[in-house]
């Protein structure tokens, strides 16, 4: 039988046993989501000679930090809620050379790390953000979260959401990010040519991944996907219309000095 040639790079087996399948629940998005980075990792160490281990994953708390230690088989780094960025900021002081991918999800990001996400982005730090909304907390029970659209019924809030939902790309490229995109889970293509673009940018890069919770949101994965497609329209072709969409697309994609070279210059002064 052939092999998955993704494989390559994931834990098959642990102390445990197998690992795969993973433990999402069926029809989650954030399986995707490893998929298509999987995709644009593997093109890039095959591309543009990247060695394996020039990688480093990180993750905070929340459905999507089960895809860094638990399956992916790199250097990584399974850190505490809403830490990940933090973590990031001192493996790169460490090692300025390393690409540091790090998966959170909106909850992880914008809540508890809300503060820590707009630092990053100020200081045009060298990471790679990837961030799976899919407007909840799905690991602890389906609550509101700061991305969840007005109107929606949570765990939390079952007459539906009454408070506004934040933008995280408007906040991403307020704050200084170089890039910043957002696609869906189904945008295959364009989320994994993003990811190539946000691994390859010096300086701070986001993409933001709508992805699916069909347990929490009752609602079939396939549908969900539709939805999707129906609800999104590209920045580019929307023209003022298309209003009560969601826009996709890439937002911001500039050049700003990024935040290690400028501290590695001061070190250099006292060489």
């Not at 023209?239 to 935040?259: S, V």
Request: proline share 6%; charged share 20%.
């Amino acid at each position: 039988m052939t092999r998955h040639p993704m494989l390559k790079y994931l834990k098959e087996k642990g102390p445990a046993g197998p690992r795969m399948p993973t433990i999402m629940c069926p029809g989650c998005g954030a399986g995707q989501v490893l998929n298509y980075t999987l995709h644009a990792v593997d093109e890039i160490i095959h591309n543009d000679g990247t060695r394996k281990e020039d990688f480093v994953f990180i993750s905070g708390v929340g459905c999507s930090a089960r895809l860094t230690s638990h399956y992916l088989n790199f250097d990584s780094g399974w850190t505490i809620h809403g830490r990940s960025l933090p973590i990031a900021t001192g493996a790169l002081l460490a090692n300025p050379s390393l690409k540091i991918v790090v998966f959170t999800g909106d909850g992880d990001a914008m809540a508890i790390g809300g503060n820590h996400f707009i630092h990053t982005c100020r200081r045009n730090l060298d990471v790679t953000i990837l961030c799976i909304n899919n407007g909840l907390y799905g690991m602890t029970g389906g609550q509101v979260a700061p991305t969840t659209p007005t109107g929606t019924a949570t765990a939390t809030t079952p007459y539906g959401n009454m408070e506004e939902a934040f933008d995280l790309c408007k906040m991403a490229e307020t704050s200084g990010a170089s890039y910043v995109a957002r696609w869906t889970t189904a945008h295959p293509r364009q989320t994994i040519k993003s990811i190539k673009k946000g691994i390859g940018k010096k300086g701070t890069a986001f993409i933001e991944i709508l992805s699916q919770c069909p347990i929490h949101m009752k609602t079939p994965p396939v549908e969900m996907l539709r939805d999707f497609k129906a609800n999104t329209v590209s920045i580019n072709k929307s023209r003022g219309h298309g209003e009560d969409k969601i826009l996709i697309g890439e937002f911001c994609h500039m050049e700003r000095p990024e935040w290690t070279e400028k501290y590695q210059k001061i070190l250099e002064q006292f060489d």
